[in-house]
């Protein structure tokens, strides 16, 4: 074993070529892909995700760890066997990453360590669906204290995450204080209000707006001149209006969902799986299309910011 810190990185040689060039990449992470969609769906939202990215003018970097090596861009094999049906694929955090590469245990990457994998590889605008947050104290201390690793990685690793805010099952305003006390700039993309996944806004406003990718592209510039090393950039792009949520039902399955955790005891890495599928089952689909649309549109501003970006550097 040698002591090369990026080793157990595998770049695609399209990923590769499109850093050394100065190309606009993002990386896409897998839990999406593997713990909150469907087996039966999530390949065919997998594969959208790269040509979205790819049409905007950009190379997708799908991320998740596979035969000890933490594979960034996936062969069209590779993102058949994260989204494949009854896969026991894990759930993999940031702190997973060195059990699982050195136990040689396939995983799907959560925000948290696709973040960290492709700040490691040289990858600096990042899309997903949701960010990870604080989630709600329940009642018989079910989940008394339950962050998410996505703030912490988010606090320290200068990545762009593009996601629509954070699921509403968490306690967005808890979140967002987080996200102010890590110095993470937040940045509503073409909005006031921090989405809350499901829905386009939420009850706090976002504290700074952008309104194209080449204002974005200079925000995050000048936050990685200023802080060099420092924290991460969240860009707040909401929900397409049109696959929205119906509020009404949002706010029962919320309830509902909350109920569930409780009484089956759900606990830590499991409950987001598991609030996600029952919104899935319990919305006739709408859940589902919200969220696969979600996470498209967040693919497309993403790949547009990172062409930006690349754009920038160059000048
Ligand atoms: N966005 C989605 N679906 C998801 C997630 C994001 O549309 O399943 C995942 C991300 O991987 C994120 C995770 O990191 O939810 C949060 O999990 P936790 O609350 O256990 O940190
Ligand atoms: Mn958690």
């Known amino acids: 074993m040698t002591g090369n810190p990026t080793d157990h990185l595998v770049l695609a040689d399209e990923v590769a070529e499109a850093l ?10 897998s839990t999406l892909l593997a713990h909150g969609l469907p087996a039966g769906r999530n390949h065919e939202v997998g594969l959208r995700l790269e040509r979205i990215v790819r049409a905007a003018g950009a190379v997708p970097a799908t991320i ?22 009854g896969t026991d694929l894990l759930k993999l955090s940031r702190r997973d990453l060195g059990p699982a590469l050195a136990l040689r245990r396939d995983g799907a990457t959560t925000v948290a360590s696709t973040a960290a994998l492709a700040h490691q590889a040289g990858i ?53 204080e987080v996200l102010e006390t ?16 499901y829905l386009r806004v939420s009850a706090f406003p976002v504290p700074w707006r952008v309104d194209t990718p080449a204002e974005a592209a200079a925000v ?20 397409p209006a049109e696959h929205e949520l119906d509020r009404e039902l949002h706010d029962r399955l919320l309830l509902e969902g909350m109920d569930l955790l409780r009484e089956r005891n759900i606990r830590g890495k499991d409950v987001t799986p598991a609030l996600l599928e ?36 160059r000048r």
């Open 124 to 176: 600096g605008v990042f899309a997903t669906g949701g960010l990870g947050g604080v989630h709600l104290t329940l009642p018989r201390g079910a989940a008394a204290w339950d962050v998410s690793a996505d703030l912490d990685v988010l606090s320290h690793t200068p990545v762009t995450v593009v996601c629509s805010g954070v699921k509403s099952v968490l306690d967005i305003a808890a979140t967002v």
């Open 220 to 239: 995050i510039a000048a936050h990685r001149a200023h802080v060099p090393g420092g924290a991460g950039v969240l860009l707040a792009n909401p929900i």
């Open 20 to 29: 050394a060039a100065g190309r606009g990449v993002v990386a896409l992470e």
């Open 278 to 313: 029952h919104f899935h089952a319990g919305s006739d689909g709408a859940s589902l299309t919200a969220n696969t649309e979600l996470v498209a549109d967040n693919a497309r501003v993403a790949a547009e910011v990172a062409v930006e970006l690349a754009q920038a550097s």
């Open 64 to 85: 998740a760890v596979l035969g000890g090596k933490a594979r960034i861009g996936l062969t069209a094999a590779e993102l058949e066997q994260v989204c494949a049906v």
């Open 182 to 197: 890590r110095s993470v700039p937040v940045l509503g993309y073409r909005t006031d209000s921090f989405p809350s996944f």
